[in-house]
Every structure is written in structure tokens, then in C-alpha cells.
């Protein structure tokens, strides 16, 4: 009992140990001191009788945080799982299907789709999830292109190996999901399992570590219930919380950039060809930023993602002028690759007649060397092809502010902690793998848990070299989209902008480079 | 510092000096350890429960890792027998029951408890016992502060050999286990026939597996074990081990065999690689006995 009405500090003394968390430069010894103050007794706090017990305690009903309940609900059924969410259970699916896909979405690669239990197979059964309830936008083809580069990068799920074992699906480099349907669907089976219990408009209070890092973590929520679990799992989101609670310190660039992001329907009739497209835009007026087109579910529907300034982000954001907004983004979109600016400009009257025909012809020859590659590519039908054009906006526009987050690891507190999806990591959208990176870690930590379940052993065993792996394997994945974004980001160096124009052309050519980036972008094959 | 260094190079030359003595006395040596083997005497060493019990503090500490890495291995071998035993007999009505749902187990010196949580986790009911009341009791406290509602149950018995255990049998009431594991004991035994012969006592006449686990005497466990892990190394405390109680599958074949006993399989535990940054990876070798060995034992169905 004294341990309870401990527990219930009063919001001053809370308020003071965040402030404390924050000059504290070292992660652990924070939640070292706390315990030490708090807990005196650990088989006083393991025999705590009004506490709710559960194996592995999530924080977060998103995707991660239901995708994780729902694996281990898969794979150990007799483990206890408690999820508990801030906001209210998803609403049942409304009356009225409406068909335009909501701008909140994900484009996911085939293996998270594969986690995700959304990809049909010969093993389907009928506890896997109905196909009809999350419909896939799925695309094999994405286009990458700048206006004042003759380079174009086209990728296509040809690239990908052939996996006899996969014939029946649609080959595909990813697809495009809708937050709401999927997040309703992983939902509906939690609460159906008998193992799993669910607390909604709840959020932690305070959490607590036993001295020795032995002992199960407890956790108060608001809902004025005491957790006991053998794994706090955080997937409660970029501000997480836990994450600040425990004092974990993330690596952060931030970009400056926000993002908006709206569906628009299409001028056309037809389909919309199966392909993602992204556009980087240089130039104050324009907006800078990659701006991407992905295909939804409805062929008559498709995403808009733009990254760029807060000013232009507010600026249209808040227009009431769609058809305005509308006219810059088909103009940016219908423009094709240009050629790039010499690289040696030859001013006629300053160099010698004789230095200035050389300069000339240098400057042709290099030409020549850039735009091969278009001309190379025209002949493998791989060459920049029109988007579709754009009708009107559809749904609200929504704005989200972008930075490249990164914590040393996963796993804290003598493991009984793990920091999962945007909790641990956030990235640019703009290669589409922010869920990815979640979703991979995601399937490393069940994949540890189940191991030492096997043999017996705490859920804590073995967490160590798995979750050090993948944190290894998204690290270079998440420096290596920051690393793009700086590439691309290049718009006034003339020389470096021929060197990326050359090295996107290599990129495109060179048949088993470009094989092995598909592979990496859909598979998580780490180079 | 020097004459420290050239006192540790002294206390492993006497060490290996001992041995070699040992080996060559190897055969007046066995007898002398197993004379002592009747149904009054205990196994117990007390030198060894009062080094053990000085180490109940750090009993689940990470750096006491090579124990608990070879925890893992130990039992994937645990169920491979016990599956390859009852596969004929039992079919599991429930696909999701643990694979030891309603065995009961015995855990002879339990230790820190690193065994019998990983059994009741397994769904086995567990019995552990110690001759160390100390270690027993922080291994009821590491069973309850971990949360699992599984280790609960495990039933701790501080202070009995097993021995005293078996004796508490009567014909009306037999104490019989389903799995008894020596798992890690018998180097630390001062009579090992007295310890194995009241173990067997408790294993069940038909389906019941005994299991062993120790380290052969060889150079090469007194080169990896004694000279390696404890004194240059220092990855075990000095003294945690005396070459001179290893013992062979053969030898623990042999006395096994003098109690009724028969060998289902032995197979040797090493590790996969150096274990440099504290990683200790084990595997199951049946070839290689060498230095780690674990074995299975059963009653035999026509004692000669």
C-alpha cells in the first residue's frame, strides 16, 4: 500500500524530475537515482497486489504499436499482451464507403506489407486479414526527376529478383495504405483475442524501474491503474513520452522543412499508371523540396507530398484557392528533365579565340556524356514519362514538420525497455520507409522474444544482439535517406550538380546497381 | 604487481602439477571418490555451498554470462530428448500447451534459480532444491520480481541435499519426477555416486529422464576451464572449479549403470567462437565431448 501512494506523486514533484531528465546528460543513471528514491523494496513492488499484470505492455495503438500486439498474438498466444492508446478505439467502418482515399498513408514495401498480413498467399487462411478491408495502392514503377537534370531515375519491379514463391501476387515495388482502415483492421483482431486487453483514452502517468533492472517495470496510467510488465514497449510517437521520460537522447538534423500532403482526383478518365512519382523542385518561387505523386487504391485517386518551406506550406495551406495550387503542382509535375547549366561558361571577348574553342568543345563533350545517358535510357523504354494531370483537391490538406531522428538503440533500462517506430526514429518522407524502418524492428523484436520463449528464458534474453542488428541495419538505411536529401538538395554548385546528374545516370545504366537499390528500397536488403 | 603476477603463474603451475598427479592415481582416485557412496551419507560439499552461497549476489548478473548463455542450449537438448521419449506415448491434445505442460521437474542444486525458471516458463512443475538456503532465497525473490505469473509456482527448497529428498519417499506416496536435472552439479559434489544414486531413485520407473551435465577431464578442459576462464581470462572466479572432480561420460555411464540406470544419448556443448566482447555463443556438438558434456539417463527396462 505505502508503495502505491508513493507512486502517486504529486505533478510538481513529476514536473521537477522531467526538468532534472533534461540537464541529465546520461540516459541511465537518471533511472537509476529515480528507483533508488522510489523503490526501496522489489519484492515489496512484485507482490503489489492492486496491479495488473501483463507480459508485454505496448504504448501506442498506431500501426507500429497494433502491428506489434498482433505478431505476438500470431506467434505466442499464451503471452499477455496490454496495449494501451491515448486516443479512442478506431470507429467501426462508416455506413457510407466512401471511396476517396484520406491523404493519412503509408507506402509500404512488400516485406512490411507481408508483416502486416496484407499480402495474399497460398497459406491464407481465414484469420488473415480480408483483402477487402485494407485495400492496397500498389505501384511497380517509380520515377525520380529534377528539371534541370537530363537524369532520370525510373525503377521498376522487373528489377526485382524472381521468387517463384511469390507467382501469385502482383509484383510490385510497394503499395500505398490508408492509416485508418489498416490501423481498424489490426484493431478488430486484438480485441478478439483472449490474451489481449485493451485501455483507450489512456496515456502513462509514470513509469518506474526496479534497482537492479531485474525486475518487471511498473506503470501508472491515468486511468488509475497500476501496470506490471515483464517489457514496456514505447510506440507512443515522435514526442514519446517514455522516450523523454527515460531520458533517452536522440541524434536530430532538423530539416526546416514541413510537409503537405492532400489526395486530388485526376483529370483523366483511365487508370493511373502504377507508378510513384517524385520531383525535387530548386528555386525560392517554386518551393524547394521533393514533391511526390503516389497511385492510391482508386485508379482515379493519387497522394500529393510536398516537402518543402514552412512559409509555402502555410501559404497554401491556408489559400482557399485550390485551382491555384492545382496550376503550380501540374506545372512542376508536367515539366520534364532539362538540360544543366555549362559547366565551364565560355564568355566570348575574355579568353583567347583559341582557349574559347577548346572550352567549347569541352563543354559540348560533356554534354554529350550527360544526356547519353536519357538517350541510353529512351532506348530501354526507361526514359521520363508525363504524370497524370491533376483535377481538383479532394480532401483537407494536412501539414506534418519533417526531421531525421535517430536514438543509439532500441533497448534501455536493462532491456525491459524497448523504443519502437517513430518513438525511436523519424525520416524525410521522401523515400517512403519511415513505417518501414518501424515495421523491421517491429519483426526483429518478436523474433527475439519468441526465441527465448523457446528455451525458457526471460523476454529480456537475446533482445540485445537482435534489436543491435536492426538498429545497425536502420541507422545506415536512415543516413542514407538524410544523405539523398543533402544530394538533392544541391542547386547552385554547377560542378556538383554534373557530378549527381553523372551519378544518377551510372545509377540508371548500370543494370546490377540499380537491381541492388530496388532490392534494398523493397526488401530491406542492407548492402 | 610483478609478484602478483608471478604468484598467479605459481598457484596454475601447482594447479596443473596437482592434476597431472591425479591423472596418474586416476584409477585409486575414482575409487576413492565413489567409496564413500551409501544410502546414509550426503552428498554435500560445504566448502562448495559456502563459495556459492558467497556469490548470491551476482548470481544474475549479466557478467556471470557464461552460465546463462549455456542456459539455452542446455535446454533445446532438454527437449529434444524429452520430445524424442514421448513422441510415442503422449499426443498433445492442446497445439498451444508449452512443450513441458504437466511434467514435474526436479532441479538439483538450483542455484540462482537460472534452470528452473527456464522450465516453469516451459510450463514443467518445478521442485528446486540447494544445499545453499541463501542462494534458494534469492532465487525465490528473482522468480517473483521478474513478475512472470509462471514462476510462481516453482517450489524452492532451501538446505536439502537430495539425498534427504529422496529419503522423504515412502512406497505409498512416490516421489517420482518426470525430469531430474544434475545439470552443472556433479564437479561440485564431494560423492557423486551417493548423489547420483538418490537422484535416480526419483526418476520416474517408465518415461522419467535423468540428465547430466558436467565437464570431462581432459588437458584441454583444464587448459580452457581452469587456466583460460579463470586465471588468465578471469571470466569465472578463481576456485569456482576443481579440475579434479571433472568427470567423463563414461564414467558417469558407469556409475549410472550401477544404479539401474542406462544412457540415451550424450553429446558434447562448445562454444561457436573465442568469447571476446563477453559474447558466449554455445552449440550442441555430439562429437565433441572434450570439455562440456550433457547427457541423458534412464531406468533401464530389464535391470541385469
Known sequence: ?527 | MLSAVRQSHRRVFNSIAASLHRVRNRNSYIGQRYRGASSTSTSISQDEVSKFSGMDKDWWDPSFHPLIAMNPIRIRYILDIVQKQHSATTNHNNPNAPPLHNFKALDVGCGGGLLSESLARLGANVTAIDPSEALVQKAQEHAMQTGDPRLRNIDYRGGLSVEELAATEDDNHPLLFDVVCLLEVLEHASDVASLVQAASSLVKPDTGLLFVSTMNRTWKSHLLTIVGAEYIMGYVPRGTHDWNQYLAPQEVAQTMDGFGMEQVHVSGMVLTKPPLCGQWDWKLDGNDTDVNWIGAYRRRINPT
Not at chain 1, 67 to 73: D, F, G, I, S, V
Not at chain 1, 119 to 124: D, H, K, M, R, W
Not at chain 1, 192 to 198: A, D, L, R, V, Y
Not at chain 1, 387 to 414: D, M
Open chain 1, 1 to 527: 500500500m505505502t508503495v502505491i501512494s508513493r507512486l502517486r506523486a504529486p505533478t510538481s514533484i513529476l514536473l521537477k524530475r522531467r526538468l532534472t531528465a533534461s540537464r541529465n546528460s546520461h540516459g541511465l543513471p537518471l533511472a537509476a537515482s529515480l528507483s533508488a528514491r522510489w523503490l526501496s523494496n522489489d519484492t515489496a513492488a512484485a507482490s503489489n497486489e492492486g496491479a495488473r499484470y501483463s507480459d508485454v505492455l505496448i504504448v501506442g495503438g498506431g500501426v507500429v504499436g497494433c502491428a506489434l500486439a498482433r505478431q505476438l498474438n500470431q506467434r505466442l498466444p499464451s503471452l499477455s499482451v496490454h496495449l494501451v492508446e491515448a486516443r479512442d478505439a478506431p470507429t467501426s467502418k462508416p455506413a457510407s464507403s466512401n471511396e476517396i482515399p484520406h491523404p493519412r498513408s503509408y507506402a509500404l514495401s512488400p516485406q512490411s506489407l507481408d508483416i502486416l498480413g496484407l499480402l495474399s498467399s497460398e497459406e491464407t487462411t481465414s484469420d488473415e486479414m480480408a483483402n477487402q478491408d485494407v485495400k492496397l495502392g500498389w505501384y511497380d514503377a517509380m520515377q525520380i526527376w529534377e528539371a534541370r537534370n537530363p537524369a532520370t531515375l525510373r525503377f521498376h519491379a522487373d528489377d526485382l529478383p524472381f521468387d517463384e514463391a511469390k507467382l501469385d501476387r502482383p509484383k510490385m515495388l510497394g503499395a500505398v495504405v490508408e492509416d485508418g482502415p489498416l490501423v481498424r483492421a489490426l484493431w478488430e483482431k486484438l480485441e478478439s483475442h483472449p490474451q489481449t486487453t485493451i485501455s483507450t483514452n489512456t496515456t502513462v502517468q509514470d513509469l518506474q524501474l526496479s534497482s537492479n533492472g531485474q525486475g518487471v517495470v511498473t506503470v501508472e496510467t491515468s486511468d488509475n491503474e497500476i501496470h506490471q510488465t515483464r517489457l514496456l514497449v514505447a510506440a507512443d510517437g515522435a514526442q514519446s513520452p517514455i522516450r523523454q521520460r527515460l531520458g533517452v537522447k536522440q541524434a536530430q538534423w532538423d530539416y526546416g522543412r514541413q510537409a503537405l500532403t492532400f489526395t486530388v482526383e485526376l483529370s483523366q478518365d483511365d487508370r493511373i499508371p502504377r507508378t510513384a512519382y517524385q520531383r525535387f523542385i530548386h528555386g525560392q518561387e517554386a518551393g524547394r523540396g521533393p514533391l511526390a505523386l503516389l497511385p492510391t487504391h482508386s485508379p482515379r485517386h493519387a497522394i500529393v507530398v510536398w516537402s518543402t518551406t514552412p512559409e509555402m506550406v502555410k501559404k497554401w495551406k491556408e489559400t482557399d484557392d485550390n485551382n491555384a495550387l492545382i496550376d503550380h503542382l501540374q506545372n512542376l509535375l508536367q515539366t520534364g528533365p532539362q538540360r544543366l547549366p555549362p559547366l565551364v561558361e565560355s564568355k566570348p571577348g575574355q579568353v583567347p579565340p583559341l582557349l574559347s574553342n577548346v572550352l567549347f568543345g569541352v563543354e559540348r563533350l560533356l554534354e554529350t556524356v550527360q544526356d547519353a545517358g536519357a538517350m541510353l535510357a529512351a532506348t530501354n523504354s526507361r526514359s521520363w514519362m508525363a504524370p497524370p494531370k491533376l483535377s481538383k483537391i479532394v480532401s483537407p490538406k494536412l501539414s506534418f514538420p519533417l526531421a531525421c531522428r535517430n536514438v543509439g538503440q532500441y533497448h534501455h533500462a536493462s532491456n525491459r525497455v524497448v523504443l519502437v517506430g517513430d518513438a525511436a526514429h523519424t525520416v524525410h518522407p521522401m523515400a517512403g520507409q519511415g513505417l518501414n524502418l518501424g515495421l523491421g524492428a517491429v519483426e526483429s523484436l518478436v523474433e527475439s522474444i519468441v526465441e527465448s520463449e523457446a528455451v525458457g528464458m526471460d523476454v529480456t534474453y537475446g533482445l540485445d544482439s537482435f534489436l543491435r542488428k536492426r538498429h545497425a541495419a536502420n541507422s545506415s538505411v536512415i543516413m542514407g535517406i538524410h544523405a539523398l536529401h543533402e544530394i538533392f538538395a544541391v542547386q547552385d554548385n554547377v560542378p556538383l550538380m554534373h557530378a549527381k546528374s553523372f551519378g544518377m545516370n551510372v545509377m540508371q545504366q548500370v543494370g546490377p546497381l540499380r537491381r541492388r537499390i530496388v532490392q534494398a528500397a523493397t526488401q530491406g536488403v542492407v548492402f
